[in-house]
């Protein structure tokens, strides 16, 4: 098993709300990533990180945030939260070397009522 | 840019019988192939990846994959399915080019094995 937390797992919260989503893994990993993987499976990137102080948006559009102040922290903002987010985020990472795999943690999904 | 395509949504197999999970893909550089597998309300888990050499490369769980560049292709395949086997699975590849961070995933392909 891969050591990549994210909490919380599951999240039910109201429209307007701000959450965050924590994404933490113990492995030193420099590069993380976030996924959005809708009802039909498929997997977006939405935002990855090179290391600290480095992110950048990836190919699906989000109105999310990241940050990453530390190495083994990339937190996931939505500052108001709308009912078409409902979805489930997955966070991964892998080390810097361009030919090893990314290792995920087992997501949070997420409802916006 | 690169791409990954998972041309069946679901595969159906019998337990006992061999199965193929097929992906084909594009990139600009070598590429950095990799089979994941999901199972439900979990995140996704390796199985195997092809980075250079031998095109047969073996993974977790009796899995195994074939690399074929002229096909483009790399599926996944396993001689004997077992029920327990029945999940979702996503092939992915990386531009292995320096500097190529992206992990682009297919759509995911649901198989289901039936006792």
């Known amino acids: 098993e891969a050591d990549i937390y994210q909490t919380p797992r599951y999240l039910v919260i109201g429209t307007g709300k701000k959450i965050t989503l924590e994404c933490s893994q113990t492995m030193g990993h420099d590069k993380m990533y976030w996924y959005q993987q809708d009802p039909g499976m498929e997997l977006h990137l939405i935002h990855y990180?090179?290391?600290?102080?480095?992110?950048e948006k990836g190919d699906l559009s989000s109105e999310s945030t990241v940050s990453r102040i530390r190495t083994e922290h990339f937190p996931l903002t939505l500052e108001s939260a709308r009912p078409s987010h409902t979805s489930q985020y997955l966070c991964?990472?892998?080390?810097?070397?361009?030919?090893?795999?990314?290792?995920f943690g087992q997501g949070t999904r997420l409802t916006v009522v | 840019a690169q791409s990954v395509a998972q041309p069946e949504d679901q595969v159906n197999v019998a337990e006992g019988n061999p199965l193929t999970v097929k992906c084909t893909y594009s990139?600009?550089?070598?590429?950095?192939l990799f089979w994941y597998v999901q199972y439900p309300n979990r995140g996704l888990q390796f199985l195997l990846k092809?980075?250079?050499?031998?095109?047969l490369v073996k993974g977790s769980y009796g899995f195994e994959a074939e690399f074929n560049k002229s096909q483009t292709s790399f599926h996944l395949k396993k001689p004997s399915a077992l029920v327990s086997d029945s999940a979702l699975y996503f092939c992915?590849?990386?531009?292995?080019?320096?500097?190529?961070?992206?992990?682009?995933f297919g759509t995911g392909t649901r198989l289901l094995v039936s006792p």
């Open positions: 092809y980075i250079t050499g031998d095109n």
């Open positions: 992915a590849v990386r531009d292995g080019r320096t500097g190529f961070q992206k992990l682009v």
């Open positions: 990180s090179y290391g600290v102080n480095s992110t």
């Open positions: 991964a990472s892998r080390t810097q070397s361009q030919d090893t795999e990314a290792f």
């Open positions: 990139v600009s550089g070598n590429p950095y």
